[in-house]
């Protein structure tokens, strides 16, 4: 079960993802040698530190007792050193003690943290989703007091959305914030499925949640955003007697054990406004989206993980006569269906990853581009990429788990193999933060129709060129011609969605975003492939070849995935469970 952190498959894809541009445009004191820095001190402490504490944290997990949550063996000892290197302020500016690299730089480090161990990092990444909120939307007190700890990691940030009644729908929240006469506010009510909502790694836990003040408009116009914290802060931030809110549970769940899911209580906890009063739905959504693609994010490192420990099993386990084995006898590895299962694995793995970071460039562009019109452009595309990247990326991390595991045959359905593990772990990130349905719904509903498909229509143009190099290029040709029926497929499927609405629309949005993720990921291994071309390196070579592959089982299914998006279906609307109970 040995981690090895893919620096250099990472440093690769930030460059097919156009990073280059981001430094140049701006961050021109900061070169590429620079940041293969960061990311080999990333990929040392993901290796050393965070990996070996991945299978505790799965079989002791989180603990509760006597109203408290202790972290996992050793976890707490590793957020130290997490903390030490400064990986939480990354990105966060400068003033707040941040070190202002690009938002790139932090995909690209955690991913390589989820993989070592995604339960330990989403304590910090929630801690991230904080530190952009604040960033835009804090108060000056909050700014100068509460911003710097997280940043620093000597505190961490939890997001409080979810009650037992209001999932997906926020409308239906009962939290209520209650004036305290003195210019603050009290919180009471419940919120369940609260990620690291308390833990013993660090002094204090900032909690952002959102609640109703008692004359607050019905609906999501009447949601506010608050800020509390485990202790009490006086007016010159510093801490005092713990708040009125506590852990009632956690959850006992499916998987990343390590990663204390809380029900939390909220009596009567100090709090303070963050923002404007019945704004905080636009407010959190600034956390949302930072999550949104940080699980992404995740998709991509579980998949990693369980596709590396399954080609390390195909190496070591010898069954049968293997067609390309040169004994009696050898690797299943050398079976012709292994081998195809793990190539294409790494492939869909190498598409996510490039969605994910191409992502992560666009959001950087929309900060330093020169012009209003580049960064408006980067901004529209990094608002379409964002549902895809965070459905597509970790639906393909149950695949590669699922396939993974495979592989193992009945040793993978043995905990003591592990494999398992990154199966249940990989579970939960089509799940939260909007699950891969709600993803769907947007991509469809909301940022397509933003720029009335301009922005798709845009990309698909650039798809098309790529696709006309590559029939350029022998060994690459076939895969310029299944790139290129793949964006006809995407376009035609594109111009129907925005053409129609209601079920019709909802009905395919699934299975668009599937298509528009498919394409997407084709035409990032295509480009992988063209910067490839040439080298000596086995593993630059192999680019290819995982661009091969994936137009040949993945993209060549592009047509039939059109048709599915506009296949109307009429009768669903009238078909009613009884039908379906057999």
Request: with cysteine.
């Amino acid at each position: 079960m040995t981690f090895r952190a893919p620096v250099r498959d990472l440093a690769f894809a930030m460059k097919t993802a156009g990073f280059d541009a981001v430094l140049e445009k701006g961050y021109v004191d900061t070169d590429f040698e620079t940041v293969e820095a960061v990311l080999e001190a990333a990929g040392s402490l993901a290796n050393e530190v965070l990996a070996p504490l991945n299978r505790i944290g799965d079989t002791v997990g989180a603990q509760y007792a006597n109203g408290r949550v202790t972290a996992a063996p050793g976890f707490a000892d590793a957020y130290k050193q997490f903390i030490q290197g400064g990986w939480t302020g990354l990105v966060a500016e400068p003033e707040f003690g941040g070190q202002g690299l690009p938002k790139a730089v932090e995909v690209a480090v955690f991913e390589m943290m989820q993989s070592a161990n995604m339960a330990f990092s989403l304590c910090p990444m929630l801690s991230l989703a904080a530190i952009e909120a604040l960033t835009r939307h804090g108060t000056e007190r909050q700014k100068k007091y509460v911003l710097p700890k997280l940043v620093s990691g000597e505190w961490t940030g939890a997001m409080v959305l979810t009650e037992p009644q209001a999932g997906t729908d926020l409308a239906a929240l009962t939290t209520t914030a209650k004036p305290d006469g003195e210019g603050g506010y009290t919180l009471h009510g419940q919120k369940i499925f609260i990620t690291w909502g308390d833990h013993d790694m660090a002094d204090n836990i900032v909690h952002l949640v959102i609640a109703r003040t008692p004359d607050a408009p019905p609906g999501v116009k009447g949601i506010s955003l608050f800020l509390t914290s485990r202790r009490l802060m006086d007016e010159n931030g510093v801490l005092g007697a713990r708040n009125d809110f506590r852990p009632a549970s956690i959850e006992h769940k499916m998987g990343i054990h390590g990663s204390p899911t809380c029900v939390m209580l909220y009596e009567g906890a100090k709090a303070e406004l963050v923002g404007e009063l019945n704004n905080g739905l636009s407010h959190m959504f600034v956390m949302m989206n930072a999550a949104r693609l940080e699980v992404g994010v995740q998709g991509v490192a579980i998949a990693e993980r369980a596709f590396q420990q399954a080609l390390a099993f195909s190496q070591e386990r010898i069954q049968g006569q293997a067609l390309w084995a040169t004994g009696a006898s050898g690797p299943i590895y050398d079976h012709p269906d292994v081998r195809r299962t793990l190539t294409l694995s790494k492939a869909r793995i190498e598409a996510a990853r490039g969605l994910c970071l191409m992502t992560g460039v666009l959001a950087d562009l929309a900060r330093v581009a020169p012009t209003p019109e580049e960064r408006a452009g980067a901004l529209a595309r990094q608002e379409l990429l964002t549902p895809i990247a965070k459905a597509w990326s970790t639906d393909m991390g149950v695949e590669v788990a699922s396939a993974s595991l495979q592989v193992h045959g009945g040793m993978g359905y043995i905990e003591e193999t592990g494999a398992a593990q990154h199966y249940r772990d990989a579970r939960i990130p089509p799940i939260y933060e909007g699950t891969n349905g709600i993803q769907a719904i947007d991509l469809s509903g909301r940022k397509l129709k933003m720029t009335d498909g301009a922005a798709m229509r845009e990309l698909c143009a650039e798809m098309v060129v790529t696709a006309e190099a590559l029939t350029e290029t022998a060994d690459l040709a076939g895969v310029g011609r299944r790139l290129a029926l793949g964006v006809q497929a995407l376009e035609k499927a594109t111009e129907w969605q925005l053409a129609n609405q209601g079920a019709a629309s909802l009905l395919g949005a699934t299975t668009y975003l599937k298509l528009a993720g498919d394409v997407i990921g084709g035409w990032f291994l295509a480009r992988q492939a063209l910067n490839a071309a040439g080298a000596d390196a086995p593993w630059l070579k192999a680019k290819a070849s995982l661009a091969r592959i994936f137009a040949s089982q993945v993209l060549s299914l592009a047509p039939g995935l059109a048709e599915a998006v506009m296949e109307p279906l009429p009768e669903m609307a009238a078909l009613a469970p009884e039908a379906l109970a057999g």
